[in-house]
């Protein structure tokens, strides 16, 4: 350690007496330090949505939320405080910033008609009251109210839900008691597989 | 998990088998790490093929996929055969002195008592106690009692009985007792034995097997090994049995309930706990509460059938907490259906539909084929590339009339219809309306999440969706808002349930999770007290948690696991105290985790019967006989106030009070104790009982799709696997992840490519029976020929994430082959989790 | 780091103390990457790429998990990948997470001849400030490491900044921030030293490296980018990590007259201290003493 600091302080010395004689000025390097590009960025805490270690991420968003200012992601970090991954990420968290400002993420509705080789846009309000309509036609049509033996089985089995890896508990709940409800029996998820 | 990450700093020894979380849980893995600097703990690390969890390990062994419960059977063997054993616990905390029915035969020949080849089920007479008390049905039935589902046991029969006083002898000599059966069913597991199975040559094997029980060397209590898998266990035929073969192990060895310890399931993705505990599955409701059946005629049928009574050595006491099973599913039916669940209609036990049938992942696949699904909403979920059998999966959605795509990026699954293959002239022929919705993506959405130590954890959104993209729970309550007014307009079949489900969200087009949150925590809807403390919470107000819980009907509660998680005192899980008074990693303030922020499962057995901690250095909870109470630095997962010298046992959600070394009536489908079973397709038969390769339970379909190879065929054994620099199917839309690995890629051993003359980086083909996948060669040394009960046979692997969607696909430099167009559509008998890992390819030049 | 350069050690014409003095602890920066903690998982490198604002580059798969060959102008970190087998016989699945070494003599800073292009700060980082670069390309040819890449279409080159604007407001880098294993150390070179040696000590005592070393080469007078290695008899093993790295002699020779010069000119700076020795008294010189063992 010694000798590496000598070695440093000597080359420092030398650079600092040649920069003398060469007239170098260093101040100008300094002042071209980057910016911090988070320093007037807001911050928001969120969990990772990738594997089940669940790491603590801060989303750091600029624009102060003023009528006509919508946030833009700017970067995301690990969250120091999070007591598992300690502000670390892995290198799927650490590109989470690009899945947010994906250029390839869905953003409108769109519905492929039967025989067609191509997707069309669809309105929101036509999709809902479509799938509405497909839902309570295909229930109504594979209802089973009692089995064989005259047990109450009250069950559709026409139509599947199946649920993903990233959504959140209450979305889950929500699909269980909306579904349950209509009677769907093929529920599965990825917790399956 | 039982434990949890953090905990995993306290282990002295880890086994990682059947995971490989230095690629998939990279943040979780860094606990290891921590481990190795800290306590100079070892980390044995077994594996089809040489990961970069294994670059780290002190020990590797290259294990043929498929073979881990010779394995680990294999260990058990060892640490009888050397007293490798924590003696007290086994007896005190397992069922090792339980006495077994007589009649109960092992599996010599690969068959347990009781099977019936005609039926292909077992009769379960014989897989139970011996014992006195109560009398048939009186008696009640275990926790985890049998479904009347085929491929588990039979339906009409009446499942058997747990006896309440059962016979047990603490010398653990009578020939019928528990440990003397463990004993006797794994003698067959000698080393050789494995060797020939597993491919893992005997030095190597006594090696790790030595290292690993050596925290047991001379009664040593204090040390404590960890047990840590992931999907590499699950994914198999018999994939429950690996893991219960674990979790014998940790018992026989003392290391369940205790810090550093315990069987760690690395759950894959970042909800799927919660997505498991909220029973996003057929066969169950939110809190592990059973899917009601045909055969329960009402609500009082369902819970005599689902809620266990004790069955211990009569001078024993069990806590038995599934006891509660009422008062949780009442709550339940209350969240549901609200004012419409009432006591005189069984609280609208008749709303929820029965299932008597196994309606299953790859049931949904094989039932759609054959024409009985006509439509699928598929929310995040990318059913095509999961597979198995790929092809399957995309011809049965052919023969839907809608399909319903909820995702933030273009997929498979949408796009079925235009598959590789799939012509423009065959799409004119496929009439499936498919629609697909723009989502939220999960910075866009608040809400929580529960990892796999079970922490739930709320998050707050940062951004709206972009476009006219909408929060995923918006667009299910909107598709279920419209249909409750089709019905409330047109009528139609049993529209009660629909009519009468509870939505009182302030607005209701647009749910509030947090109001949804509160739903699950539970509330009271009348005035309760607590006798003893004379504590009162008033009607509306938030429960503390699920011991508040009534099977009256005066209270609601979601999810009984989950309450405790958004109190009066306000929502536990954004809770963000960075205080860790034990050092231990338990961070009590820290979010909420369930059941009731305990951190380590089963920690009473971290105490030696008499409540002392095995180990003073980690000390996790104990009795504390001042105050008469335990207390902790977790929350004990104890009866409070039960007194040492009660002996109630550790394990409070069986039963028995203790853990099962053996189980009993069927609660594991395929046998009481684990039983090596080939892959449906393997290179061998079963060294063991070749006339009995497979797991006999397991159900083949017979669509066109559903072919299997032979060994003649196809010689390689192929294991699939994810990458740490991409996740699923999600982050081949992501630049940055793409460049790290920018096309798919077959893992061959130096040698396969030299016998076939293939180079790196150069294209080939995979074949099984079900289809042929093109990838890139990457030859590696981390993959060495084995010797498989004396032949040579080769394994390879392929990481699942490139598609026919996605950054390279859509640029043509993939040859857009989905990975799971390989894997064959059987699953597990318990978890009905298909077989992706271990199954037969060739290979050849592309 | 710009509290560092900010930090006042002399005010002319000053009574009494310097204010802040003693309160900002001047140190040298140091990144300590434990390859045998290291899983080869690249969040340095993306982290690295989000944070700089670099984005996609096309790669194609090689027989390796490595993103690419070497490091390039846009690409700063790279976790090099090799299946050794070592003397034992054992596979070992090396990998080692490749950057700019920040040496302390600088072989970069030696070579290039631009006004201001390349500085080395007080805390050891060795910064190109592009701005000055004239793009000639002497940098590449002074590292013995192979850092330093040029960009065709900015026609300047460009390295690993150890995103001294984290730094300098108290953050770690980006690589090391997201180290998910904790391989990825940062703090004071001296800390860092210790920590590898202690950890290099614990692989020779308790994992059987009996090679376990640290990577810190005099060469080129010590690195501010130190490396645990279960193996410091064979650092090429590590992705070709060089064994004696030295500045280059053409590099060293054009540099030698400037050295001789400065050397003068340090001398004679050393004589007008003593004229004001014997002027002023010796005040001035003692803190200047004090200062230098600070350092």
Redesign the interface.
């Known amino acids: 350690m010694d000798t590496t600091r000598r070695d440093f302080f000597k080359t420092a010395t030398i650079g600092a007496a040649a920069a003398t004689i060469f007239g170098f000025d260093l101040q100008p390097a300094y002042a071209q330090l980057k910016e911090l590009k988070i320093a007037r960025a807001k911050e928001t805490r969120s969990t990772c949505p990738y594997c089940a270690v669940g790491c603590g991420v801060l989303i750091y968003t600029i624009g102060d939320g003023a009528k006509n200012v919508t946030p833009q992601v700017i970067h995301v970090e690990g969250d120091p405080d999070h007591p598992t991954n300690r502000g670390t990420l892995c290198p799927k968290g650490s590109s989470l910033e690009q899945d947010m400002l994906n250029p390839r993420r869905l953003t409108k509705p769109q519905v492929r008609r039967p025989g067609a080789t191509d997707w069309q846009d669809i309105s929101w309000d036509d999709a809902l009251s479509e799938i509405a309509q497909w839902t309570k036609k295909t229930r109504d049509a594979t209802f089973i109210e009692k089995d064989a033996k005259g047990n109450t089985v009250n069950r559709c089995e026409g139509i599947s839900f199946i649920g993903g890896c990233t959504d959140t508990n209450e979305f889950n709940y929500l699909v269980v008691k909306t579904m349950r409800s209509m009677g769907l029996v093929y529920m599965e998820n990825q917790a399956r597989v | 998990m039982t434990n949890g990450w953090i905990d995993i700093k306290n282990t002295d020894m880890m086994l990682i088998m059947g995971g490989n979380p230095a690629e998939n849980h990279p943040c979780g893995f860094k606990w290891a790490m921590e481990a190795k600097r800290n306590r100079n703990a070892k980390l044995i690390s077994v594996d089809p093929r040489f990961t970069r969890t294994s670059a780290t390990a002190d020990l590797f062994l290259q294990i043929r996929a498929g073979t881990d419960i010779a394995f680990l059977g294999g260990v058990i063997h060892y640490a009888l055969e050397n007293n490798r054993i924590a003696k007290d616990y086994l007896v005190n905390y397992t069922n090792a002195a339980f006495i077994v029915k007589e009649g109960f035969k092992l599996p010599e020949d690969g068959l347990y008592s009781g099977f019936d080849s005609q039926s292909g089920k077992y009769d379960l007479s014989t897989w139970n106690y011996e014992g006195t008390g109560g009398s048939g049905g009186e008696a009640g039935t275990a926790g985890h009692a049998p479904e009347a589902i085929p491929g588990k046991v039979g339906g009409a029969t009446p499942p058997p009985h747990l006896p309440p006083n059962v016979n047990y002898d603490l010398t653990l000599q009578h020939p019928r007792c528990v440990f003397q059966l463990l004993k006797q069913q794994y003698s067959r597991y000698t080393p050789e034995t494995v060797e020939r199975i597993t491919g893992i040559p005997k030095d190597q094997y006594l090696k790790a097997v030595d290292l690993f029980t050596s925290v047991r060397k001379d009664g040593d209590m204090k040390k404590v090994a960890t047990i840590i898998y992931a999907v590499g266990w699950t994914q198999h035929t018999f994939g429950t049995q690996i893991i219960r073969t674990a979790a014998m192990l940790q018992l026989l060895l003392g290391n369940v309930g205790r810090a550093g310890g315990g069987v760690n399931a690395l759950r894959g993705h970042s909800n799927i706990q919660g997505a498991t505990d909220m029973a996003g599955l057929f066969d169950s409701l939110p809190g592990y509460l059973k899917a009601p059946t045909p055969a329960d005629a009402d609500l009082a049928a369902f819970l005599k059938r689902t809620t266990p009574t004790a069955s211990k050595p009569n001078e024993w006491d069990s806590f038995n907490y599934y006891s509660n099973t009422p008062k949780f599913m009442v709550s339940l039916l209350k969240a549901m259906y609200g004012p419409a669940a009432t006591k005189d209609n069984g609280f609208a036990f008749d709303y929820l539909p029965k299932v008597d049938r196994d309606y299953s992942w790859t049931h949904i696949w094989d039932d759609m084929y054959n024409g009985k699904i006509k439509g699928m909403m598929a929310f995040g979920m990318n059913g095509v590339m999961i597979g198995p059998d790929t092809n399957k999966n995309i011809n049965a959605l052919k023969k839907t009339d809608w399909l319903v795509v909820g995702e933030i990026y273009p997929d498979e699954t949408s796009e079925f219809w235009r598959a590789p293959g799939i012509s423009a002239e065959e799409q004119k022929t496929i009439n499936t309306t498919v629609y697909r919705l723009p989502c939220a993506g999960f910075a866009e959405k608040d809400g929580s999440m529960t990892n796999s130590a079970r922490w739930v954890t709320w998050k707050f959104a940062a951004v709206p969706p972009p476009g006219d993209a909408r929060l995923d729970q918006d667009i299910v309550a909107q598709i279920f808002l419209r249909v409750r007014d089709l019905y409330k307009k047109e009528g139609g079949k049993f529209p009660d349930p629909i009519l009468n489900l509870t939505w009182n969200y302030a607005d209701s087009a647009h749910p509030a999770l947090s109001q949804i949150a509160m739903e699950l925590n539970g509330k009271a809807l009348a005035e309760l007290k607590d006798e003893k403390t004379g504590q009162v919470i008033k009607a509306g107000q938030q429960l503390p948690g699920f011991a508040w819980l009534k099977d009256d009907g005066t209270t609601m509660c979601g999810n009984w696991i989950y309450s405790g998680m958004w109190t009066e005192a306000g929502p536990q899980i954004q809770r963000r105290g960075t205080d860790d008074p034990s050092g231990l990693g338990i961070f009590p303030n820290w979010s909420w985790s369930w059941p009731a922020n305990r951190r380590v499962l089963y920690n009473r057995a971290s105490c030696d019967p008499a409540g002392k901690p095995w180990d003073p250095e980690r000390k996790q909870v104990w009795w504390n006989e001042a105050q008469q109470t335990w207390a902790g630095n977790d929350v004990p997962d104890f009866k409070p106030d039960s007194n040492p010298k009660d002996h109630m046992g550790p394990f409070i959600m069986n039963p028995e009070g203790v853990g099962r070394l053996f189980a009993p009536i069927g609660v594991i489908a395929d046998g009481p104790f684990p039983e090596h079973y080939e892959p449906i397709e393997s290179p061998i038969k079963n060294p063991l009982h070749p006339n009995q390769s497979n797991n006999p339970l397991v159900k083949k379909f017979n669509t066109p799709f559903d072919k299997f190879g032979s060994p003649e065929d196809y010689s390689i054994v192929c294991t699939t696997y994810r990458l740490t620099e991409q996740y699923h199917y999600w982050t081949k839309n992501n630049a940055m992840n793409v460049q790290l690995i920018p096309e798919p890629f077959v893992e061959i051993p130096v040698e396969l490519a030299q016998e076939k003359g293939i180079r790196g980086a150069e294209p080939i083909k995979v074949i099984s029976a079900r289809g042929t996948y093109i990838a890139k060669a990457f030859v590696t040394k981390r993959l060495k020929p084995m010797m498989i009960d004396g032949k040579k046979v080769y394994q390879i692997g392929l990481p699942i994430h490139q598609g026919f969607r996605g950054i390279t696909e859509d640029a043509g430099r993939d040859a857009r082959t989905p990975a799971n167009l390989l894997t064959p559509a059987v699953a597990d008998p318990n978890a009905h989790t298909p077989e992706t890992k271990g199954f037969l390819v060739k290979v050849e030049k592309a | 780091?710009?509290q560092a350069?900010t930090e006042i050690v002399r005010i002319s014409g000053h009574a009494g103390s310097v204010p802040g003095a003693g309160l900002n602890r001047e140190f040298?920066v140091c990144k300590l990457v434990d390859t045998?903690?290291c899983?080869?998982?690249?969040?340095c490198?993306?982290?690295c790429?989000?944070?700089n604002g670099y984005?996609?580059?096309?790669?194609?798969?090689?027989?390796?998990?490595q993103?690419m060959p070497e490091t390039a102008w846009n690409y700063w970190n790279l976790i090099k990948f090799n299946?050794y087998?070592n003397e034992d016989g054992n596979?070992?699945?090396?990998?080692r997470k490749d950057q700019c070494m920040h040496c302390?003599?600088p072989g970069c800073?030696a070579a290039c001849p631009a006004?201001?292009a390349i500085?080395?700060y007080?805390n050891?980082i060795v910064?190109f400030?592009e701005?000055?670069c004239i793009g000639c390309g002497y940098c590449m040819t002074g590292c013995p490491f192979n850092i330093p890449k040029f960009s065709p279409t900015a026609r300047k080159v460009f390295k690993c900044?150890l995103c001294?604007?984290?730094v300098?407001?108290g953050?770690e880098p980006?690589c090391i921030?997201?180290?998910?294993?904790?391989?990825l150390h940062f703090g004071t070179?001296?800390e860092m030293?210790e920590l590898a040696e202690t950890?290099a000590k614990?692989l020779r005592d308790?994992?059987g490296y009996r090679n376990a070393g640290v990577y810190?080469p005099?060469g080129v007078?010590?690195t501010h980018v130190i490396y645990v290695l279960h193996d410091a008899t064979n650092p090429e093993a590590y992705g070709g990590l060089p064994k004696n790295p030295q500045v280059p002699l053409m590099v060293r020779l054009w540099k030698h007259p400037?050295?001789w010069?400065?050397?003068f000119?340090?001398i004679f700076?050393v004589v007008g201290v003593f004229i004001h020795y014997l002027r002023f008294g010796p005040k001035i010189v003692k803190e200047d003493e004090q200062h230098?063992d600070a350092?």
């Not at chain 3, 596979?91 to 990998?95: A, S, Y």
Request: some cysteine.
């Open positions: 780091m710009s350069s040298t045998t903690t899983i080869g998982c690249k969040a490198e993306v982290a790429l989000e944070w984005t996609f580059t096309e790669t194609t798969f090689d027989n390796s998990y993103t299946e087998e596979l070992m699945l090396l990998m302390a003599d800073l006004d201001a500085v080395q007080a050891g910064d400030q701005a000055n900044t001294n604007d984290r300098s407001q953050l980006a921030k997201t180290c998910p294993t904790g391989c070179k001296a030293k950890r614990q308790h994992s810190d005099s007078g010590g400037l050295k010069i400065g050397n000119g340090m700076g230098g350092a």
